[in-house]
């Protein structure tokens, strides 16, 4: 079975400030892993995703993963955070299967940026 | 523009009513998910088409009932709720089948409150 942990419930840091937030996960297979981000009263939106090849991934709006297989991490990243990034973050893990790509998402990290 | 477009966004309604919640999607994209987002609790995937055909349905109870007449709409029918049931309710699509690309686009969200 396939399950995604973010330790973190709530980080805050200061604006300027870096910002690391936590995933792990657990799959079978070759993972697809995703960062989400969902705004209040919003749907979620795709930050970045990693599926092969270089570990680093860049996404939107400043943010890149890293991916270590060694650890089953997949940690979401920012050297410098602006208080627009006040939101919260899923990390998501799933793959390609007969019935579907189901993905498996972990509980969230509510950041709070302060000024 | 997130190419899942969700409607109503907001919706109230009692215990005896019956509603529907639409989700349209233009991305070409031939898989299509319901997921309930409570507060405080991580996603909940509810049900997973593929083709138009229901593949999952994670022990939804029945006044929860979906309908897909064709890849690009997903409709959740709604009757005799709970308050329990308030929630955000979120539509996402993807490409399906063993040939497709892990990763959703969600919709924004129906935010529904049971009275």
């Known amino acids: 079975a396939q399950s995604v942990t973010q330790p973190d419930i709530h980080i805050t840091v200061s604006e300027g400030a870096s910002l690391e937030l936590r995933c792990n996960y657990s799959?079978?297979?070759?993972?697809?892993l995703f960062w989400y981000v969902q705004s209040p009263g919003q749907g979620l939106q795709l930050l970045l995703k990693?599926?092969?090849?270089?570990?680093l991934v860049q996404g939107i709006k400043g943010f890149e993963a890293e991916f270590k297989r060694s650890q089953s991490s997949f940690n979401l990243r920012k050297p410098s955070v602006h208080w627009s990034d006040a939101a919260e973050y899923f990390c998501?893990?799933?793959?390609?299967?007969?019935?579907?790509?189901?993905?498996?998402f972990g509980t969230g990290t509510q950041l709070k940026v302060e000024l | 523009e997130t190419g899942v477009t969700q409607t109503p966004r907001h919706l109230v309604m009692g215990m005896t009513n019956k509603k529907s919640l639409k989700c349209e999607q233009h991305?070409?994209?031939?898989?299509m998910y319901w997921y309930k987002q409570s507060a405080k609790k991580p996603l909940e995937l509810m049900f997973v088409?593929?083709?138009?055909?229901?593949?999952e349905n994670n022990s939804v109870p029945s006044r929860f009932s979906p309908e897909c007449p064709n890849s690009s709409h997903l409709f959740l029918h709604l009757h005799t709720l709970q308050p329990e049931d308030s929630a955000l309710y979120l539509c996402?699509?993807?490409?399906?089948?063993?040939?497709?690309?892990?990763?959703?686009?969600f919709g924004s969200g129906t935010r529904l409150t049971v009275v």
């Open positions: 996402a699509s993807s490409q399906g089948g063993t040939g497709g690309i892990p990763g959703y686009t």
């Open positions: 799959y079978g297979a070759t993972p697809y």
């Open positions: 990693y599926f092969s090849g270089d570990t």
């Open positions: 998501a893990v799933g793959g390609l299967t007969g019935g579907g790509n189901k993905l498996t």
């Open positions: 991305l070409g994209h031939n898989a």
């Open positions: 088409y593929n083709f138009k055909e229901q593949t």
